[in-house]
């Protein structure tokens, strides 16, 4: 049985919808949904709900939306939606496109701010390394761009269990040694070795984005993609009131454009930071997936929070549970005054194992070592 | 709901395993399209289970692979036999065979040691259950080889040839989620998220898969875990720990929970220090006396 048009049309439009909201569902997932229908009973609501989760492969993470489309879009009895509970809230929020970014994430207002007189990209190398991040102009980032760069070689270091075939020592490969020794009439002339693997390191970045993080927002995140283009597998996500992940915005390709990317597509926030409530979100939703023994979670805030500190501190117990390494980074450090008594800090610090400043290039630079998988 | 679906249901029921209507759906789904079925969800939720349900469901051998950081090609797939291959080359000279003789007798099936995939693939009894088992743990490498074993399910070896499947075997993929499976791997299967349980299926699980605790038993106990993963738990205990604290009870003739007996044995479920910890005192009692209820029946 084939199903008919009008179903596959109606599938259709519901893969869309759920692409506009986020949901990765592509033209292969529509073609197993449109099996799975022809072999349902289609006209069991419930019944095509589970078939369509099934075969269009929504995650726990989606699965908010998806039950939210699918009570809109796919045509429904009302009496069969009274005798269901409500479906959960999608517990990612709307996304709300068109909106920007806190201005320091778009660049205008950091040139208009900038108040340098050095010539910029010709600053020597040391100078702009120790430039506060308030202080830069877009102009240096360029040159800032290219000295991370360097830095981030320095990054894959870190051995993994899988054996690669080298030309050094290793361990033996029977394999390919013997293929060699039949070339040879069976006398191994070489063993063929294998040696372990370098691993690219496992990074996930959470970002503060709030007010009291403006200045600093843009470079942080510059520095960010530069590390991302080292180590591909580096998570980002940013956040204030709410918890948006950065990754699917974020391309290999040049940095400035991806600034205006972001700061095109993702939503806006003003007001106080949540960092509680963020974190937690971050652990609910995407942790397992993302955090493991070997990934350093990076959070760069100055842990001003206005939300709920037991939120605050049942996350970062999460955090610290799972991941091999959690650094805060505090832009506030580079201040010799500072200490690190707002609230929030205070109870992150226990779960934290290296508080560090963050506040120009050079103390990014410092980081590195610890960012090494 | 489809009679298909249902029969699936009830016939995972007779073997074991009490399936809700999306966990039928799946197995249903993956049978019928002959798709691989990636199952995800929190340790101890029965995901493994399902595939050794469905080879006793179809009466068929269950080859089972259990992935892990480093697994290569030679632990999954096949391997040659060097020690064999050695003693024939040996022997080949000695008898004055050439060189492209040697090489016959000694890269054929005979030399060839069979991994679980290529077992998978080359059975002739029928199609297996194949169990690709925490496959998040393997790595990103392994994956996307993974992913053309599991599209055309041929396999090449370059000494011998391409090697098609006899029979295109039932595959099962489970996942704990400790890392993100890749987009293409997730395609090319259904997709299955366990959650924990219903309080009603629990207590059917119980039943069926520890008969001799008695009804009371099982209902405070459903009731118990129930509430107990309703509180914030850095590892929240799965349906394995369920049953093994139930026979626990059972060993200690135990007919209901009390707060002695189950500060006493509460390790069999939380496992984590800091749950343990923080699950304790006025909360532990208040969690036991909510299980032991007025008597209830055990709803849905």
Excluded at chain 1, 175 to 194: I, K, M, P, Q, Y
Excluded at chain 2, 84 to 105: A, D, K, N, T
């Amino acid at each position: 049985m084939t199903p008919g048009r009008d179903l596959v049309g109606h599938l259709a439009r519901f893969a869309e919808a759920l692409r506009e909201r986020g949901v990765r569902a592509g033209l292969s997932d529509e073609i197993d949904a449109v099996a799975a229908l022809t072999l349902v009973d289609i006209s069991d609501r419930e019944e095509v709900r589970r078939a369509l989760r099934i075969a269009l492969k929504i995650r726990p993470r989606d699965a908010g939306a998806f039950d939210e489309l699918f009570e809109r879009l796919w045509g429904s009895r009302d009496e069969e939606r009274a005798a269901r509970n409500r479906p959960p809230k999608d517990r990612r929020g709307p996304a709300r496109p068109g909106k920007v970014l806190p201005a320091a994430l778009s660049g205008q207002e950091v040139e208009r701010e900038s108040v340098t007189g050095d010539t910029p990209g010709y600053s020597p190398e040391a100078l702009l390394r120790r430039k506060p991040f308030d202080e830069c102009s877009p102009a240096d980032l360029a040159a800032m761009e290219r000295l991370i760069s360097k830095l981030a070689l320095r990054l894959a270091t870190r051995r993994s269990r899988r054996l690669v075939p080298t030309r050094g020592r290793g361990r033996v490969d029977p394999r390919r040694s013997f293929r060699a020794a039949v070339a040879t009439d069976g006398e191994f002339l070489r063993l063929a070795r294998r040696a372990r693997a370098i691993e690219l390191p496992r990074i996930v970045v959470l970002c503060d984005t709030s007010g009291s993080m403006d200045p600093h927002s843009r470079f942080l995140l510059a520095f960010l993609l530069s590390l991302r283009k080292e180590a591909r597998g580096t998570e980002l996500f940013a956040f204030n009131t709410s918890l948006v992940r950065l990754t699917p915005w974020v391309s290999s390709g040049r940095i400035a454009p991806t600034l205006e990317r972001l700061a095109a597509g993702v939503p806006d926030w003003s007001g106080g930071t949540r960092i509680g409530e963020s974190l937690a979100r971050f652990v609910i939703d995407y942790m397992d997936e993302m955090v493991n023994r070997r990934t350093t979670v990076v959070i760069f805030s100055d842990g001003l929070d206005r939300g709920d500190v037991a939120a605050l501190e049942g996350a970062m117990r999460a955090i610290r549970s799972r991941a091999g390494r959690v650094l805060w980074l505090n832009p506030l450090l580079g201040d010799p005054r500072y200490e690190p008594t707002a609230r929030g800090m205070a109870i992150a610090l226990p779960f934290v194992d290296v508080f560090a400043p963050a506040h120009n290039l050079e103390s990014l630079e410092k980081l590195l070592p610890l960012l090494a998988a | 709901m489809k009679e298909e679906i249902r029969s699936t249901q009830e016939a995972l029921e007779r073997h074991g395993y009490i399936a809700e209507p999306s966990i039928a759906t799946a197995v249903f789904l993956a049978r019928e399209m002959r798709k691989p079925l990636l199952i995800e969800g929190d340790a101890g939720v029965g995901k493994t289970e399902i595939a050794k349900v469905l080879a006793r469901l179809l009466d068929t051998e269950l080859i089972r692979l259990q992935c892990y950081e480093g697994l290569d090609v030679q632990t999954a797939l096949y391997e040659w036999d060097y020690p064999r291959q050695m003693l024939r080359v040996r022997m080949g000279e000695q008898e004055g065979q050439s060189p492209s003789e040697i090489e016959q007798v000694i890269y054929s099936r005979g030399s060839l040691l069979e991994r679980p995939l290529l077992r998978a693939i080359t059975r002739r009894e029928g199609p297996p259950v194949l169990l690709i088992d925490e496959v998040d743990r393997a790595d990103d490498g392994f994956e996307a080889f993974l992913l053309e074993v599991l599209s055309d399910f041929q396999i090449t070896i370059p000494e011998l040839g391409t090697l098609r499947a006899e029979h295109v075997p039932y595959v099962v993929l489970t996942s704990n989620r400790s890392r993100e499976i890749g987009d293409a791997l997730r395609r090319r299967c259904l997709y299955l998220y366990i959650e924990h349980p219903s309080l009603e299926k629990e207590v059917r699980i119980i039943r069926t898969r520890v008969p001799a605790a008695s009804e009371r038993l099982s209902e405070q106990i459903g009731r118990f875990l129930h509430a107990l993963r309703g509180r914030r738990l850095l590892k929240a205990p799965g349906v394995a720990e369920t049953i093994d604290w139930a026979q626990a009870l059972v060993r200690l003739h135990r007919e209901g929970l009390d707060l002695e007996t189950v500060e006493q044995t509460l390790g069999c479920v939380l496992k984590d220090h800091n749950d343990l910890r923080d699950v304790a005192g006025a909360e532990l009692a208040a969690l036991v006396e909510q299980a032991q209820g007025a008597g209830a029946a055990a709803g849905g």
